[in-house]
């Protein structure tokens, strides 16, 4: 099975200029947690989580009606390929440890996100769903 067949396609973006406000009122319209950032060519940049807000924001401070979305975002992002089979999508998220993963096209523009979620219920196998729900969710040594 290939990830285009399981991704939620069509995912809503947030650009690099918006605010922190915009960004979270986007999250809240859409109840989700984090929002894939790109480029006005829909390129991926980034991505920015409600715990980026909260954390590297809100926490120090800053007013989320001025600091922009390119200030907090995680620019470093894993992602797959639409045509990549879902068994590598789920070793990439299990190695990463990551639960969200922007899908690309070829020309390298954002066309989906596959989750967690659809591992473990699209593809009928319980065991890539369990295995990659287990290595996700372990603990990481930080040093």
Known sequence: MRVSELMTPG????????TLQEAAAKMKALNVGALPVADPDDHLVGMITDRDITIRATAEGESPKVIH??????????????DDLVENAAV???????RRLPVLDRDRRLVGIVSLGDLAVQTGDEQLGGNTLEAVSEPRLVR
């Open 11 to 18: 995912v809503t973006c947030v650009g690099t200029d918006a």
């Open 92 to 98: 990439l998220m299990q190695q990463k440890q990551i």
């Open 69 to 82: 979305v390119r200030d907090v975002m995680t620019p470093e992002v894993d992602y797959c390929f639409e």
